[in-house]
């Protein structure tokens, strides 16, 4: 069986590079974009240096329609085609982007930017081709404050809150042509995103004071769940939002 070609918007920190690196290491070819050429370049030397020929680097703006549509359109020259598409890139927003009185609508408009129009954008780009073949994957990469409110993350839970509903209209819309479409929905997980917050011993011990399993997710857990979603084991899911939570939201 042929490599899936697997893009991955986000891919040189974090959740995107565990996720990356995963579907390297079992055989996948993968075109991966970042914001940041430095980040991408340490990635390639650091943990894909096994797999140069397996995997594509590329830097651009998931919020700016001109990168992404490069991404896509160097993928399909490049490659050939894309299977699967797996909108991780994210951001939570900065200090000040706390609750909606006091969040300057510059930080809005960054979080709901990459959050929301990023995956919007990827999703645009990629669908006619993925129609053409009537086949194709997209995981949209949300959180589980798309259920539940993250305090003072007003804007933040917004835009995941944003990406459910969008996994769904997809799922709706494009079912009929075999393309699938889910959301997933980590809640804490150890990335340098939520480093500042876990490295405080107090702020780790109420965010485990919440969690039933009393431990924080790691990448590699977000990108085992990645690997479901776009594998043949996941072909009745559909406009789903697995949620994967240490048992968060179950309180």
């Not at 397996?54 to 160097?74: F, Q, Y």
């Not at 995981?139 to 993350?153: C, I, L």
């Not at 799922?171 to 479409?181: E, K, L, M, P, Q």
Request: charged share 20%; proline share 3%; glycine share 8%.
């Amino acid at each position: 069986m042929s490599p899936r070609i697997v893009v991955v918007t986000g891919a040189a920190s974090g959740n995107g590079l565990a996720i990356t690196s995963r579907l390297l290491s079992r055989g996948d070819s993968v075109v991966a974009f970042d914001v940041s050429a430095q980040a991408l370049a340490n990635c390639e030397a650091e943990y894909w240096a096994d797999h140069r020929d397996a995997v594509l680097t590329t830097v651009g703006d998931v919020s700016n329609e001109a990168d992404v549509g490069c991404l896509i359109d160097l993928a399909l020259k490049e490659r050939g085609r894309v299977d699967v598409l797996i909108n991780n890139a994210g951001i939570t927003g900065g200090y000040s982007a706390t609750d909606v009185h006091t969040t300057p609508l510059s930080e809005f408009d960054e979080v709901m930017a990459v959050n929301v129009r990023g995956v919007f954008l990827g999703c645009h780009a990629v669908l006619p081709h993925m129609l053409e073949r009537r086949a194709g994957v997209i995981v949209n990469v949300a959180s589980v404050a798309g259920f539940v409110a993250f305090p003072k993350r007003a804007a933040y839970t917004t835009s995941k809150g944003a990406v459910m509903q969008l996994t769904r209209s997809i799922a709706v819309d494009y079912a009929h042509a075999g393309i699938r479409c889910n959301a997933l929905c980590p809640g804490m997980i150890e990335t340098p995103m939520t480093k500042w917050r876990l490295d405080q011993p107090d702020l780790r011990a109420q965010v485990l004071a919440r969690i039933p399993q009393n431990e924080i997710g790691t990448t590699d857990d977000v990108a085992a769940a990645a690997e479901f979603l776009l594998s043949d084991s996941a072909r009745y899911m559909n406009g789903s939002a697995l949620v994967m939570d240490g048992g968060y939201l179950a309180i």
